[in-house]
């Protein structure tokens, strides 16, 4: 039986921590729990000291933001199966087993998300992941169950088990040497994103990433960045570019690039006539770091198509989600 340890990342969590770690201590049977704190500056430590002794600390020197906490915290927890799991998250009874038996089951499985549910309300789906990651071929992130603003309720539709082309980073489910062969999280990231840049690459190597609808958690979401926030807005459209620059095809690369950043900059206008100036200054820092760190992304690229020169396309979807949403109307994936 292969060994799983659910390790949270946490930092200035002290209101989250007491509200949502029981359920995971409760429900997690057989799996060890870790807490990695990112230097936090509030009393998460002493709570987890006092409240939660059996739960296995980890104490990292500074925030090293998502990306880097992760990468530095799971170097010290020994395990088969790796659950990264956000620190505002409820999980449900039995909710580990069909994640871990799943990923057993076949070794060319890599990673597996369970269905994710909103917190608040609780027969939403919620944004971070909802039922699987999918990709269009522009190289927009989508989920089942959310398209952009837009959320289904939970009918049972997502109940399957599928391959999908991310998991999402609020509960990722992984096995330690798919994590560590791939390089862990480019830390260039920080936060938002990276666990698709680790997903596109665990597809370039051949390994699937499955969705599986047997599990459910509820997360609350926005704990650290609201959804509407200018550095949430920043990291995105950065990190965005960042990503297809990294992963397309030359070819591809050659005429989507140039449109992924008119689309880009037609979105930054929608912020603005929000009345979002600080989103919309956003975009404009996200284009000027992504010029700016050029080369750096150039040697990457590099890197990864020369050891993995191409990326099944079966769970890529071929149309451009943002043309069927914003023009053709099409609102949910039954669409």
């Not at 199966?81 to 994640?99: A, F, G, K, M, R």
């Amino acid at each position: 039986m292969s060994q799983t340890a659910v390790v949270i990342l946490n930092y200035n969590g002290a209101a989250l921590l007491p509200k949502f770690l029981p359920s995971v201590l409760q429900h997690s049977g057989g799996a060890e729990i870790v807490v990695a704190d990112n230097a936090s500056t509030d009393n998460s430590l002493a709570i987890l000291q006092k409240d939660f002794p059996s739960v296995k600390r980890i104490v990292l020197d500074q925030n090293y933001g998502y990306c880097g906490g992760y990468n530095r915290a799971l170097l010290q927890v020994q395990a088969d199966h790796y659950v990264l799991l956000n620190s505002d998250i409820e999980v449900t009874p039995h909710w580990l087993s069909p994640l871990t038996q799943l990923l057993d089951s076949d070794e060319t499985i890599a990673a597996v998300q369970p269905k994710i549910l909103s917190y608040r309300q609780q027969n939403t789906f919620e944004h971070a992941g909802a039922g699987g990651g999918l990709i269009d071929a522009l190289g927009y992130p989508f989920c089942r169950g959310r398209l952009f603003d837009v959320v289904e309720q939970d009918t049972g539709q997502y109940n399957d088990t599928t391959d999908v082309f991310w998991a999402s980073g609020a509960c990722l489910v992984i096995r330690a040497d798919a994590f560590h062969d791939m390089g862990g999280f480019d830390e260039d990231f920080f936060a938002h994103m990276e666990e698709i840049d680790l997903c596109w690459k665990l597809n370039r190597a051949g390994l699937r990433v499955c969705y599986c609808g047997q599990s459910t958690i509820f997360h609350l979401g926005a704990g650290t960045l609201g959804y509407d926030n200018p550095r949430k807005t920043y990291l995105n459209f950065r990190n965005g570019l960042s990503l297809i620059y990294k992963h397309f095809d030359r070819a591809e690369l050659f005429y989507k690039l140039p449109l992924r950043l008119v689309l880009d900059w037609l979105a930054a206008v929608v912020f603005l006539l929000k009345g979002q100036p600080g989103n919309f200054n956003a975009v404009g820092k996200a284009h000027l770091h992504f010029i700016r760190h050029y080369a750096r992304d150039r040697r990457k690229r590099r890197a990864i198509h020369e050891q993995y020169p191409t990326y099944p396309r079966k769970v890529v979807y071929p149309g451009s989600i943002v043309l069927d949403f914003y023009v053709k109307g099409k609102r949910r994936m039954g669409q």
